[in-house]
């Protein structure tokens, strides 16, 4: 069979189908975050603190939920999972949708995050890929989430004055049923050959006692946590502004557009100049001073849209490097249970940043929900000052052809030994072995003695 080096139609169809179920799904977590403080003021029981809770609920549940779910889905079949958690996210939709009370949509909101499918999707994009073509699959996942998040802050309002809360609620139960048939028609069934692959205890124990995984998980804790409370308070302000709920897609819109542009010749620096350090902790201080600024002068709407646009640049640069971070610095075998990690800590900041937020609104001021992000984000620049240059490794898949495991050894380490090569993981089942390596200083002439191709 000739080998294709692009990707096949199958794989296009299987990726733009699961990044659609993906960002139709975010989409409905996120609509909300715009509006909900608005909306919230007029239903019974309802509390600054009760609000960041409505709105980060989800997070808690999701955090919970994620390592599990990918887990059984080892067990039991990627797409089975999959439909599982559309469903609970439907039924959380449809509670929320028929609520009227503050406790009624938190638990909507809660069975909303139960559909925990986020690692499950990452797992099935990776079987339905080449290993060639893995890393753009995934790109593309993860662009399709933020389009997801950027096209929320601008739909929320919109659909808000159009259709109220309740109709974004159903709207999201109709797009979660969307999602199935998207599954059940255009994403193909897969077989699963190996056995459970799921995290084991000593790859968690390697990823919880690595101090450089530790800090991106701590800043990726923060990151949502301050976006999460930042939406608890921010409407508000601009109500205080004057500016009516109707008109504040016009803050939303130019300041995500214009903050994506900002955003893109930072990104392009840090990996082709290799300055990745010097951009990521000064987008940590451009986070820091924007939050910290917003809580002084929260009441100026000039100085509203540019903090804003400053926490956006921010958090674009930080959302595009963090995981680009995670993959450069966790090693080989465990970077499955390094990104479950992250992603954990990822929903569990969300849940932190609506309960502290709402906590902080209810018992204190709008403006000490922007000093506690201004804190936490000024501990995670000096948690990132500390950290090492990131190595700028890629990623080299060689193929070995069928060896014993004790060949598989020696094998190790002997491509182990070559300039260049950093890490080494072979997997005999699947007769390649998967390498780090720096092609600066890569001696591809030894290397490709070891292959079975050669």
Request: charged share 10%; proline share 4%.
């Amino acid at each position: 069979m000739s080998y294709n080096p692009n990707m096949t139609s199958t794989e296009k169809r299987a990726i733009v189908a699961l990044s659609s179920i993906m960002s139709m799904r975010m989409l409905g977590l996120f609509m909300i975050f715009p509006v909900f403080a608005l909306y919230a003021q007029d239903l019974a029981g309802s509390t600054p603190i009760m609000v960041g809770l409505a709105i980060g609920i989800y997070g808690l549940t999701q955090a919970s939920l994620q390592i599990p779910f990918g887990m059984l889905s080892d067990r039991f079949g990627r797409k089975r999972i999959i439909y599982i958690g559309l469903l609970l996210f439907c039924a959380g939709s449809i509670v929320a949708a028929m609520s009227t009370t503050m406790t009624g949509i938190i638990l909507g909101r809660a069975l909303q995050g139960c559909g925990a499918i986020a690692s499950t999707v990452l797992a099935l994009t990776a079987d339905l890929s080449r290993e060639e073509h893995r890393t753009k699959a995934m790109a593309i996942l993860g662009m399709s989430i933020g389009a997801s998040f950027l096209v929320s802050l601008l739909a929320g309002p919109l659909f808000y004055h159009w259709i109220g809360m309740s109709g974004i609620f159903w709207f999201t139960a109709i797009a979660a049923l969307s999602g199935i048939v998207i599954l059940h028609k255009m994403v193909p069934d897969t077989v699963r050959l190996k056995g459970n692959s799921g995290p084991i205890p000593e790859q968690f124990k390697r990823v919880l006692h690595d101090g450089q995984l530790l800090r991106l998980n701590f800043g990726i804790l923060v990151l949502h946590l301050s976006l999460t409370s930042l939406f608890v308070v921010f409407p508000l302000s601009l109500i205080d502004s004057d500016l009516a709920a109707a008109q504040h897609w016009q803050v939303y819109a130019p300041v995500l557009f214009i903050s994506v542009i900002v955003m893109i010749p930072f990104v392009i620096i840090a990996e082709k100049y290799r300055r990745f350090k010097l951009i990521f902790v000064s987008a940590i201080g451009l986070l820091a001073v924007s939050q910290f600024t917003m809580g002084f002068l929260h009441q100026s709407l000039t100085a509203l849209i540019i903090t804003l646009f400053l926490f956006f640049t921010a958090m674009n640069l930080l959302e595009s490097t963090l995981p680009s971070l995670i993959s450069k610095i966790a090693p080989i075998e465990s970077k499955g249970t390094a990104m479950g990690v992250y992603s954990s800590s990822q929903f569990f900041g969300a849940f932190l940043g609506g309960i502290l937020g709402g906590w902080l609104h209810q018992h204190y001021s709008i403006n000490a929900v922007f000093i506690l992000g201004g804190i936490l984000s000024t501990m995670w620049f000096i948690f990132a000052f500390s950290m090492k240059s990131p190595p700028y490794l890629s990623s080299h898949i060689l193929k070995i052809g069928q060896i014993t495991p004790e060949q598989a050894l020696t094998l190790s380490q002997s491509l182990a030994n070559i300039e260049g090569v950093a890490e080494v993981l072979v997997i005999t089942e699947e007769k390649v072995a998967y390498l780090k390596v720096d092609r600066k200083k890569l001696d591809t002439t030894a290397l490709d003695q070891y292959s079975a191709t050669a």
